[in-house]
Structure formats: C-alpha cells, structure tokens
C-alpha cells in the first residue's frame, strides 16, 4: 500500500520544478545503501529522510518517512517505496508541527543557495533553527538548516547520515551547524571525498555523519577519501583525525578545510601566522569590491563613443572591467593608453551627484540608450540615475576569482574598477612594494588556499573577509621549516579543488 499524506498546510506545495531549481540531484544508488547501513541498526528503526526526492533512501528500509515538496518527485517516491510514508510538502513547516520523532535520519538535502532558499521557506526554516538555538545568518543555504531540522526529531541515540555539500569544510553557514552537532551527538563524523560523488555537477559532495543524539563531543572526526570506492568500510572505522572544537573553532576559524593538510604542513602554516614579522592583509590595508553601474553597456564608454558624443574627459575615468584586462602585477598608464588606441569600452561614464552637466552629457543621457538605463533596478533606485556611486581609486586590484591563485596588480595607472575585482586599499603606501614581494611567497599561496574557498571547476574565489586574512609573510625567508612542505600543501589543497 501507498501512504501519501495530502495536508491541507500542503495545497501550496509547488508542482514539479526543474531539479536544478530545487537543489535536487540524486544520489547514486551505492552511496544511499552506505548512508542507510551507518544509520538504520535494527529492523525496527525509523528512518526518516526530509528530502527524499524520487525515494531511493526510503525505498532502502521498510519503516521510513520521507518528505519532498515537488510533486512529481513525491509521486515517484511512493511508487519506489510503496512501504513508506511520504509527505508532499514543505519540510520545515512539517516539522514544526509533527509529534513523530525517529531512530534515524539519512539523505541528501537540497543543495539551494541563498539567492534561491528564500521566502516563507526560508523564513520558516532559520525561525525553526533559532528556536533549537541555532542562529544561521540571511546567507545560509538550505542543507544546513535542513540538518538541524532533522537532528532536532530524532530520538535519544539517534544518528544522522547525509551527503552534504564540500562547503562544510569551509562555509560561514556549516558552522553553526557543526556547533549544534558537537553539542547534540556523542560522534561527529566528517568524511572528505576528493573524486567527485556527482561526476556531472561542478559541486563536490562530502559526507556527514553524527551517532548518539542527546550526548556531545569535544573533537570532530575528520576522515580523508580518495574516492567513493571502498571508502564505505571506513564510515565505522575507528581510523579518523581527530580535530578538537577548539582549535577547529580558534585557530581555523570553524573551518575543516586546513585538515585536508598534514599536521606539519598546518603548524608551519600557523607559526608563520604567529611570527611577529607576519601580518595579515586587512592590517596593513582595506579590502573591498569595486562600483557597481547597473547598465555597464551604457556606462562603459569606447573613445570612439566619448568623441563622437564630445563628452568632456573630465566626465570619464579609465576602469577595469574584468580580470582579463589586468596586465601582471603592475598596470601602468601606458596600458590605459593602449586601450584608448584600440577603442577599448574601458572609460567610465563619470558624474558626480552635484555636477553641473554639460549639454553634451545631458544629450548622452538623453539618448536611447540612456532611457533604458535609467530604468534598471540599480539606476532607478538611486539619485540621481547617472551618478555611479562607490568609484573610488585602489593601491591594488585583486582578482577574486582564480585558477593557481589570486592576481595582485599594483594600480599605476590610476584607473577604478567594477565589482568583478577587489580594490585593496594600503594604509600606507611604504607597503606597496613589500606586498608585491610578498605575493610570491609560498606561505601567501598557501595562504591563499587557506584562507579562501573552492567555487567548483578548480576555481578558487576570494570574498573580501576571506582576502582581509590572508597572510603576509616577511621578505626574507621564514625560519619554521622547509619551504618543500608548504610547496606539497599548496599543492594538496589545488588537487582537493580539482585545480590542474
């Protein structure tokens, strides 16, 4: 027989929907058997999955519940696992009024980005979480509170086993969640697999699993994986690395990522960090993205456009675009010259809130293309349309998404910058040439890999917290140990990114 429960609370569950749209891609078959071995150890266990999808999970273990919002995903669950129940609905809106409580849960939740996981859903989900003591900010993706969500229905001795994003290595979001694992669960269990779980997805896929609900932990197990094949056999293995809560919470700022590296390698890595002559990046400048036009085709002006519209130099500023544009560590006038003679679209439109506009700049502004302008969401929301606001000049551009390793070009040419690059800002300009130096050194690559995050497709991206804490070493070598080691981490953690 079929359960589906149909709940009033539900008729506005959504209708089938693409599975990219709702973080939907399902778990190889192999994968799913693992996770319900670790989590189901008797008969009598009740599983429960809050994303069950087309039911694989469910379909593994004769007393499940499964709960999926999208239709037709919920139809085909009930069809793989007759035995199971399935709830079509909202799970966070279920769990919030549900009295049922389970031996286990296991799944793979969706993997939605904040951009997406918004909403009544959203708002429902870090409201359930809060109340658990679990404080996720607007940014979170949905497969964190979704863990807490499940944990939270799980009866004393109960155990999790999930397939989760590679982000809980290094997320803000996987950290609250991991803090409300090693306060709720006796064994807190962090399986890294390099080879990729979905070989047709850019997103790498670990494996989270927690034993004993109702107890606590002061280290996490952390354990690394070639690939998938064989690796089941170390879910119960007692063969981990043990990270204490404290030095993953103090010295690695709740990230798990540095633990894909050596004890050597992490402790030359945070000698180098200690050294009196070390800095960090945010000490000695600020770090920020660059403007944002609304309408960069209307803005971005060629020389050609500048004369033909006999728009006064004094209205336009040469700018950077993109990464593509950046010479290697130093852009010099010349380049800005160069690109005028290609006519280049690199001369910002220019205009101050006050100015008092040209005739030719008005008839820029009035022009067809100006009235499509002033009606992007960007434009229209500020006074006036046409001042593009935060253009500043930077020490430095930073690139922020990279494949070895992030650009640093010192900005010669005076030139400002869109938001596809940092702006870094010396406090003082006596630190300019130390930095350039700086940015070969091995421990500022490795840095690098430390302190910002895989993107997927052997990207390595920068966010500007991220690039504040990079580590800036002196210009003479370091006294901790041999630069080999840092070489071989630099060269782990790239092929943990997928990096060739």
Known sequence: ?????????????????????????????????????????????????????????????????????????????????????????????????????????????????????????????????????????????????FLVAA??????????????????????????????????????????????????????????????????????????????????????????????????????????????????????????????????????????????????????LRPSEIERWEVPTNFVHPTVRNSRLLPSEVLHPKTIKDWWQSDQPAFLLRIPKRANLPSAVQSYLNSTRGEKARHAYKCRSRKPWYSVPDVQVPTFFLTYMSGAMPSLVRNDAAATCTNALHAVHLNNDRDADRLLQSWRSPYLKLSCEIEGHPLGGGMLKLEPKEAARLLIPPARPLPFGPEAEIYDAITTLRSWRHYD
């Open 1 to 145: 027989m079929v359960h589906v429960e149909y709940s009033p609370m539900y008729t506005h569950a959504p209708t089938s929907a693409t599975a990219k749209e709702n973080g939907a891609y399902y778990t190889p078959l192999p994968v799913a058997e693992s996770l319900v071995r670790f989590a189901v150890r008797t008969p009598e266990d009740r599983l429960l999955d809050p994303a069950c999808g087309d039911g694989r999970f469910i379909a593994l273990h004769v007393n499940s519940v499964g709960v999926e919002r999208d239709v037709s995903a919920a139809r085909k669950a009930c069809e793989r696992a007759p035995n199971a129940k399935v709830h079509r609905g909202d799970f966070f809106q279920w769990a919030e009024s549900t009295n049922e409580r389970f031996d286990c849960a296991a799944g793979n939740p969706p993997f939605i980005r904040y951009q997406r996981f918004a909403g009544e859903t959203r708002e429902r989900a870090l409201r359930f979480c809060q109340g658990l003591g679990v404080s996720f900010s607007g940014l979170t993706s949905s497969w964190a509170p």
């Open 151 to 300: 944990a939270a229905l799980l009866r004393q001795g109960g155990r999790l086993a999930f397939v989760v994003p590679a982000s809980i290595g290094h997320a803000p979001h996987a950290a609250p969640l991991i803090e409300y694992l090693v306060g709720h669960f006796n064994r807190v269990r962090v399986v890294a697999v390099r080879k990729k779980l979905f070989p047709h997805l850019s997103e790498d896929c670990w494996i989270l699993l927690a034993d004993g609900f109702g107890g606590a932990t002061e280290h996490i197990e952390f354990v690394q994986v070639d690939c998938f094949h064989g690796f089941e056999d170390r879910l119960a293995h007692d063969s981990y690395k043990p990270v204490p809560v404290r030095a993953w919470r103090d010295k690695w700022r709740s990230r798990l990522r540095p633990y894909l590296l050596d004890d050597t390698a992490r402790s030359l890595y945070l000698n180098a960090a200690q050294s009196r002559s070390s800095v960090r990046l945010g000490e000695i400048a600020s770090v920020g993205i660059g403007y944002v036009t609304g309408d960069n085709s209307f803005f971005h």
